[in-house]
């Protein structure tokens, strides 16, 4: 069973404006961390921000954060003020924290940003 | 500290032949993971390591897949023989993690395999 998943392949942005990308996850495990991670066309791998299972205040880091809406399973990175710069490959990512923590990866979105 | 450090960063290698895929995560992590990136599956995890040892390798794809860790310094990846479907981009990525889950996996920069 897919456990993190991202529906939008792709979305668009003119600059300036602010963009949410879409993640649901599925766990029973009560104690679980969230992560955003940017893959730009260079091909690396960049954390922005995460959020843990317990934390009570959404996660902000600067232009990102996230909307997280437990209930619904949900951990949406929300980007503000979009720059040209943020156009790359989005991908949200769960750790599970009982016992052995592995990490895994939904299958992105490619996020183009316009003049 | 160098950040994860993978080896090498691009490998053209003839169908049927072994290929190792090296890496060094950073020091003091005990959790060590790699993944395969392709345009159809995205990130899939193949298999990660808990202070060495191997915890989950259900997303190796088939027995042609294998992976070590002999110490906490150094892990391989190795497909013999290698197929042409094997071509991708692996990471190797590693962390902190037993009792800190908050803690971000840092990744290396990929291998970029490409299997001909």
Redesign the interface.
């Known amino acids: 069973a897919q456990k993190i998943t991202q529906t939008q392949p792709g979305m668009f942005v003119q600059e300036k404006e602010a963009v949410t990308l879409d993640c649901t996850y599925d766990t029973s495990d009560p104690?679980?961390?969230l992560?955003w991670?940017k893959q730009p066309s260079s091909?690396?791998?960049i954390?922005l921000i995460?959020q843990?299972s317990y934390d009570q205040q959404n996660a902000t880091e600067g232009r990102y954060s996230l909307n997280f809406q437990k209930a619904r399973k949900s951990a949406n990175l929300v980007i503000s003020a979009s720059q040209l710069g943020d156009s790359a490959m989005y991908?949200c990512?769960m750790?599970e924290?009982t016992g052995?923590?592995?990490?895994?990866?939904?299958?992105?979105t490619r996020l183009l940003v316009s003049p | 500290d160098a950040g994860v450090i993978q080896s090498p960063r691009h490998e053209v290698t003839e169908m049927g032949q072994e290929v190792t895929l090296r890496c060094k995560p950073i020091s003091g992590h005990d959790y060590l993971f790699w993944y395969r990136q392709t345009m159809m599956r995205g990130l899939e995890l193949l298999i990660y390591f808990n202070n060495n040892v191997p915890i989950d390798d259900s997303g190796m794809p088939e027995d042609r897949f294998s992976a070590k860790m002999p110490n906490a310094s150094f892990s391989t990846l190795k497909i013999q023989p290698s197929e042409p479907r094997d071509s991708a981009v692996y990471f190797c990525a590693s962390s902190l993690g037993t009792g800190r889950m908050n803690t971000e996996a840092f990744f290396g920069q990929g291998t970029r395999l490409t299997v001909v």
Do not use: C, D, I, N
């Open positions: 104690s679980y961390g992560f991670y091909g690396e791998m954390f995460y843990g991908f990512a750790r924290g052995f923590q592995k990490l895994v990866f939904g299958t992105g």
